[in-house]
């Protein structure tokens, strides 16, 4: 079997259903970028999953997937409302247990740029509650000159993600040092009134109910994320001059299962600023119902530009980390900024 042959293909239609933009609208207004790319988050998680199911089941009818991680979803162009979102998907590569969903995002099928790229890493398991384990797949055939270039780039995002987390963990250059040093000794000034990123924490609970549920007694990964960028958004409302939107996913990491009845503890911070840009980090922590199981279920990682009304890029607020895990957050945000500006 081919990459080719996993292909699914699904259309939002807003140009005609009015009902269906409009609870994809941020506000009801004519603006920009009027699309609230949460929900459609939601509805790429879903795609995923679906997609890379119907591959599994045809070798295991009782095998299930999950979401490991989304990586690196990059927003090209605005989105346009009134006009259909076309979402198109494939398998790229399947590992032992693993494998990788590429979804394309478009409003315009014969536009040389995409609105939207993203990959998400889907996981198989077997079995259920503490039986459940990863279930080994067979691997798909790569034929053509694309197949195998997309194959070789999913295997390329797997190496350069651990590299970089290896880099992130390095110490300050001496460059580094420096910009870190005059972020403090700036707070020493008798006039400083700058943004101390210790005030840039926010928090917010939610219990998981039924509803929320997707494959047995677990909860649907694609509205969690939802709700946490959500949150990060508005989040970045409170110090951007104008008004934030979305650019990038960075990277979410699904680390537990969530199941019915959690409480989830939703921890956004405001890590980083460049010069128009903002970085947001939320943590999402589980409590099981009988306050037994503790533990950290998600980590998430965001960037918003500030921008005008003609979506021209405005600057921001700089935020001066203090302690050392603000400095630690600080200096991983700034390593990713200077990444992404240099792969450019």
């Avoid at 490991?68 to 790229?92: C, F, G, Q």
């Avoid at 399947?94 to 995409?114: F, L, P, W, Y």
């Avoid at 008798?190 to 928090?203: E, I, P, R, Y």
């Avoid at 969530?258 to 922590?285: A, W």
Wanted: charged share 30%; net charge negative; glycine share 4%.
């Amino acid at each position: 079997m081919r990459p080719i042959d996993t292909s699914i293909k699904r259309t939002l239609p807003f140009s005609s259903d009015l009902d269906l933009r409009r609870r994809f609208m941020i506000v009801d207004k004519d603006i920009v970028g009027n699309m609230r790319w949460g929900r459609l988050l939601e509805k790429l998680d879903k795609l995923a999953e679906d997609i890379a199911l119907e591959y599994v089941h045809q070798h295991e009818p009782d095998a299930r997937v999950v979401t490991a991680a989304v990586d690196d979803i990059a927003l090209h162009i605005p989105a346009e409302i009134t006009k259909d979102v076309y979402m198109r998907a494939r398998i790229n590569y399947v590992g032992r247990t693993s494998m990788e969903v590429g979804i394309r995002v478009d409003q315009d099928k014969n536009a040389e740029h995409s609105l939207a790229s993203c990959y998400f890493t889907m996981v198989t398991r077997i079995g259920e509650g503490d039986e459940a384990e990863s279930l080994p797949i067979p691997p798909l055939e790569y034929e053509s000159p694309i197949e195998k270039e997309r194959y070789e780039a999913a295997i390329e995002r797997r190496k350069s993600y651990k590299e970089q987390m290896d880099a992130l963990q390095e110490p300050p250059s001496k460059e580094e040092f420096q910009h870190l040093r005059e972020l403090h000794h700036a707070q020493e000034e008798k006039d400083f009134d700058g943004l101390l990123a210790g005030n840039l924490v926010k928090s917010n609970m939610e219990r998981m109910y039924p509803d929320h549920e997707n494959v047995p007694k677990k909860i649907f990964g694609g509205y969690v994320i939802r709700r946490a960028f959500e949150l990060a958004l508005m989040h970045a409302e409170e110090i951007a001059p104008h008004r934030p939107v979305f650019v990038r996913v960075n990277r979410i990491n699904f680390l537990q299962p969530i199941r019915i009845g959690d409480k989830l503890d939703f921890t956004s911070r405001i890590v980083y600023t460049g010069n128009t840009s903002i970085s947001i980090e939320i943590n999402i922590e589980r409590t099981s119902l009988d306050k037994v199981t503790k533990a950290l279920s998600n980590t998430c990682v965001f960037t918003f530009v500030n921008v005008d009304e003609d979506m021209q890029p405005q600057p921001v607020p700089k935020v001066y980390p203090t302690t050392y895990a603000e400095d630690e957050r600080y200096l991983k945000a700034h390593r990713r900024r200077k990444e992404h500006l240099e792969s450019e």
